[in-house]
Structures are given as structure tokens and as C-alpha cells.
């Protein structure tokens, strides 16, 4: 598996081996002891799945007093994933970065606690997206970005998202928000 490190500090773009054959592929989608000597967390306590169809922009959200790390991988279809640097005192702190993950090449993105983040499904098909946590969810400690703050500026692939009503409510990015609590 290759580890690389990326502009923001903690966050690692994962590029597992893929073998695909005329069934399709195989790939592992994480391995504990190469995580744990790439410096990620070497166990997961929550895996969540989410389905999205075509132009389902989801995020940009965050845990705040029990932040999360994740690692995000693409069962199937293609996303437009991002990661912002909500770190009060981390030097990053506002930047944004964002990588197209897909099903078919199993790139996978490791977001450290902290960051928020999000993904807009790309193409025509689907996307199903698969989040290891090494902590539970906590219903009520959510936190999040507007997906189109003008202080980030990132470049959504697609202008017209299908939210939900929440994401769409979330305020835009600033410094005065409340953040996720380091650990």
C-alpha cells in the first residue's frame, strides 16, 4: 500500500493494491498493521456507509467535543472528497484540500480528528462511501461548514448540489466558529 502525506498535516491519501480481473476487483481496504506503521490509528470503533445518488453534495461536517479521525474509502461510483483544517493552532488552520476518490482506482483518504469534511458524488452513477472512525458517533456533538463558504472557495465539481436541509443550513466557514476540541 502507498501512504502519502498531503498539504494539511495528518491527513494521508492511501493507494492500496487493486487486482482487478474480468469479475471485477478485490482490494484491502485497510490493514491494522500497516496503518499503525504509516502512524494512523491501528483500530477502528465505528464503520459507517452512506448511499448517494448522482449530485448529493454531504458535508462539510465535524465532531466537537469527541472528534473523529476516518478513514474513507468508495465502494462504489466517484467523489469529490474534502477535508478543512478546523485545528485552532494548527498551521493549516482554514486551508482546505480536496481529492477525487473512486470505486474503480480504491484510493482511499485518512482524515485526522479535527478536519471537517465532505464529498459531492461525481458522474452518473451512485457512490456508496464507507467510513472506518476510531471513535463512536455522539448524537448532538455535530459541528459543520457551508459547503459554499466564501472564505474556503473550494471548487465543487458540480454548481447545483442536492443537499439536505441541514447541510444547507450549516454557516459559512470562519474563525470565531466553535471548532473540534484537540486531543
Same mark, same amino acid.
Given at each position: 500500500?502507498?501512504?502519502?502525506?498531503?498539504?494539511?498535516?495528518?491527513?494521508?491519501?492511501?493507494?492500496?493494491? %487493486?487486482?482487478?480481473?474480468?469479475?471485477?476487483?478485490?482490494? @484491502?481496504?485497510?490493514?491494522?498493521?500497516?496503518?499503525?506503521?504509516?502512524?494512523?490509528?491501528?483500530?477502528?470503533?465505528?464503520?459507517?456507509?452512506?448511499?448517494?445518488?448522482?449530485?448529493?453534495?454531504?458535508?462539510?461536517?465535524?465532531?466537537? @467535543?469527541?472528534?473523529?479521525?476516518?478513514?474513507?474509502? %468508495?465502494?462504489?461510483?466517484?467523489?469529490?472528497?474534502?477535508?478543512?483544517?478546523?485545528?485552532?493552532?494548527s498551521p493549516a488552520?482554514?486551508?482546505?484540500?480536496?481529492?477525487?476518490?473512486?470505486? @474503480?482506482?480504491?484510493?482511499?483518504?485518512?482524515?485526522?480528528?479535527?478536519?471537517?469534511?465532505?464529498?459531492?458524488?461525481?458522474?452518473?452513477?451512485?457512490?456508496?462511501?464507507?467510513?472506518?472512525?476510531?471513535?463512536?458517533?455522539?448524537?448532538?456533538?455535530?459541528?459543520?461548514?457551508?459547503?459554499?463558504?466564501?472564505?474556503?472557495?473550494?471548487?465543487?465539481?458540480?454548481?447545483?448540489?442536492?443537499?439536505?436541509?441541514?447541510?444547507?443550513a450549516l454557516p459559512?466557514?470562519?474563525?470565531?466558529?466553535?471548532?473540534?476540541?484537540?486531543?
Open positions: 500500500m502507498d501512504i502519502s502525506p498531503c498539504d494539511i498535516p495528518g491527513v494521508r491519501l492511501l493507494r492500496p493494491a %487493486v487486482h482487478p480481473d474480468r469479475r471485477g476487483f478485490f482490494k @484491502e481496504v485497510s490493514r491494522n498493521d500497516e496503518c499503525a506503521a504509516a502512524g494512523l490509528p491501528d483500530g477502528f470503533r465505528q464503520v459507517n456507509m452512506s448511499y448517494s445518488k448522482p449530485r448529493v453534495l454531504r458535508g462539510l461536517h465535524f465532531q466537537i @467535543e469527541h472528534p473523529q479521525a476516518k478513514l474513507v474509502s %468508495v465502494a462504489h461510483g466517484e467523489i469529490f472528497d474534502v477535508v478543512v483544517d478546523c485545528r485552532h493552532g488552520f482554514g486551508k482546505w484540500a480536496a481529492f477525487r476518490l473512486s470505486a @474503480e482506482r480504491g484510493e482511499e483518504l485518512f482524515v485526522p480528528a479535527g478536519l471537517a469534511h465532505g464529498f459531492q458524488v461525481v458522474g452518473d452513477e451512485p457512490a456508496a462511501v464507507v467510513y472506518q472512525c476510531d471513535d463512536y458517533y455522539r448524537p448532538g456533538d455535530e459541528g459543520g461548514l457551508h459547503w459554499a463558504s466564501p472564505a474556503l472557495a473550494i471548487p465543487w465539481p458540480v454548481a447545483a448540489p442536492v443537499l439536505s436541509d441541514k447541510d444547507a459559512p466557514f470562519s474563525p470565531d466558529l466553535r471548532f473540534p476540541r484537540f486531543r
